[in-house]
Nanobody
Framework: QVQLVESGGGSVQAGGSLNLSCATS????????MAWYRQAPGKTRELVAV???????NYGDFVKDRFTISRDDAKSTAYLQMNSLEPEDTALYLC??????????WGQGTQVTVSS
């Protein structure tokens, strides 16, 4: 059974930081690309960051060097360090694990709320 469990969300003031974690099981983690998406009420889901199994990363344009995605293959866990948070970052953050053409899995999400 595949599981992706996000944690680390919460409520912070603008300028604050959060570190999200996505613990996975049931997939060959080291072969996965791992991504974080976010979805705010009334908005479409958007890619925040992705890290491939070779360590390459890509970020959404809105990240502007504020966030860092990383992975620990030994722990089958992906992370998203978020700094300089803004109210516009308020959303449900979802973890995604995929291998192109093979499978894709989603977690339930962790809520991030940033107040001004």
């Amino acid at each position: 059974q595949v599981q992706l469990v996000e944690s680390g969300g919460g409520s912070v003031q603008a300028g604050g930081s959060l570190n999200l974690s996505c613990a996975t099981s049931g997939t060959p983690f080291s072969r996965n690309a791992m991504a974080w998406y976010r979805q705010a009420p009334g908005k479409t889901r958007e890619l925040v960051a992705v890290i491939f199994n070779d360590g390459r990363t890509n970020y959404g344009d809105f990240v502007k060097d504020r966030f860092t995605i990383s992975r620990d293959d030994a722990k089958s866990t992906a992370y998203l360090q978020m700094n300089s948070l803004e109210p516009e970052d308020t959303a449900l953050y979802l973890c995604n694990a995929y291998k192109a053409g093979k499978y894709e899995y989603w977690g339930q999400g962790t809520q991030v709320t940033v107040s001004s």
